[in-house]
T-cell receptor, first 116, second 111 residues
């Protein structure tokens, strides 16, 4: 099956700094990747849809200037949390499809971000 | 808008059968998915329904009624390792729309 990786798997940073999370599709090309955020005991909340070579589409309430998404190639999308605050601490999960009309979304293993 | 409801928690006994229900209201419908998620891990795909009826896959089955906006996930012969959160997700609209998740049902399997 298709594999999606994320790096790092966990990160601790200080308040005010920026953190970059990478999402890679290892054995397929993903024209679209999705970024989700999950707080403890909550479900996955879609943050944005990332399309290769174009600007990301953000969900309502998600600050695009704070959560910078770059989908520079068909196998890599990055999420940068800028000027992180403790309330940004969460589990960030990316997901990708290899075909926009195929049903399955493949999920990465997630990145645990803790902002101190 | 989109609304997906499922029970918050359920408890069942090892070896038993449990049914987790999901109701949804979405603008457009292009499939309903069930995922399993263990704490601290990413979701793993369990099943997909786009037409009415029952889809069976080993110990897991999923049912869909589009007219009722209703689905359930049936787990048979429960094992301790089945203790996890089960997420109902809907793909609305068409084309490249993302999955929208319900809040998940935390299932505890007890001896």
């Amino acid at each position: 099956g298709a594999v999606v990786s994320q790096h790092p798997s966990w990160v601790i940073c200080k308040s005010g700094t920026s953190v970059k999370i990478e999402c890679r599709s290892l054995d397929f090309q993903a024209t679209t990747m999705f970024w989700y955020r999950q707080f403890p005991k909550q479900s996955l909340m879609l943050m944005a849809t990332s399309n290769e070579g174009s600007k990301a589409t953000y969900e309502q309430g998600v600050e695009k200037d704070k959560f910078l998404i770059n989908h520079a190639s068909l196998t890599l999308s990055t999420l940068t949390v800028t000027s992180a605050h403790p309330e940004d601490s969460s589990f960030y999960i990316c997901s990708a499809r290899d075909d926009p009309f195929f049903y399955e979304q493949y999920f990465g293993p997630g990145t645990r971000l803790t902002v101190t | 808008g989109q609304n997906i409801d499922q029970p918050t928690e359920m408890t069942a006994t090892e070896g038993a059968i449990v049914q987790i229900n999901c109701t949804y209201q979405t603008s457009g419908f292009n499939g309903l998915f069930w995922y399993q998620q263990h704490a601290g891990e990413a979701p793993t795909f369990l099943s997909y329904n786009v037409l009415d009826g029952l889809e069976e896959k080993g110990r897991f089955s999923s049912f869909l009624s589009r007219s009722k906006g209703y689905s359930y996930l049936l787990l048979k012969e429960l094992q301790m390792k089945d203790s996890a959160s089960y997420l109902c997700a809907v793909r609305g609209g068409s084309g490249n729309t993302p999955l929208v998740f319900g809040k998940g049902t935390r299932l505890s399997v007890i001896a």
